[in-house]
């Protein structure tokens, strides 16, 4: 019975054994994607800590580690889960879930070979902060130029885009652009053309109605 139960637990340390190393290892046709995921304006909050939090299938108690500005964020087993959180491993200081830090590989016929993703730390009051993804860089392997992408900050509207009123102005001008416009689409039409059937239809049933004696209203 003994000999039975070791060899059942040998079969299950190779059969999990075996999925890591395959897991590992990179499929035909493709190619691996270097990712670096960087914290970069730490250094403008010298009284905030970042902690980075790992949770996995091999980690049975708490597991952090300290976010240093520029450098990339690690997170060790691959498929280990990452979070990020403000000061304390707390539901009310979580910044970022599950952030992606692994690149993985990619079809072959894609030139892309790296990607730099860069987030930004923002003080929204003396209490509120976020984290959101200002920059990615990515480079590629056939000769372009690399590839370099802004965002804005998710939680500032733009004051230059036309598209948000501006809250200082009263003018008539500003209040109409707000307004509904009128439809003039060639879907007007199809009501109309709707309305005048219904109209046809109404009339055959009217006179149907007076050959048996009935009113039509």
Known sequence: ?????????FLIVSVFSFSSVSADLIPPNSHPLDLC????????????????HIVGPMIEDLETYTIESGKCLTKGYKFNLL???????????????????????????????????????????????ILYKSKEISSY????????ELFVNPMVADPLDPSVPDPNNDSEDKVGSLETPVDNSPLGLIISDKTEEKSFWKSILCFFSG???????
């Not at 914290?39 to 403008?44: A, D, I, K, M």
């Not at 392997?141 to 370099?148: A, L």
């Not at 050959?211 to 209203?217: H, N, P, Q, Y």
């Open 211 to 217: 050959i048996f004696g009935k009113g039509c209203k």
């Open 37 to 52: 995921v960087e914290v970069v304006n730490l250094e403008q909050f010298p009284d905030i800590n970042l902690i980075g």
């Open 1 to 9: 019975m003994k000999n039975l139960f070791m060899y059942i637990l």
């Open 141 to 148: 392997n056939d000769g372009s130029e690399d590839k370099v």
């Open 83 to 129: 979070s990020i959180y403000k000061s304390s491993v707390e539901l009310d200081n979580l910044l970022l879930e599950e952030v992606k830090v692994y690149g993985g590989y990619i079809d072959e016929n894609d030139p892309l070979i790296k990607k730099k993703v860069e987030y930004s730390l923002v003080e929204l009051d003396s209490t509120k902060m």
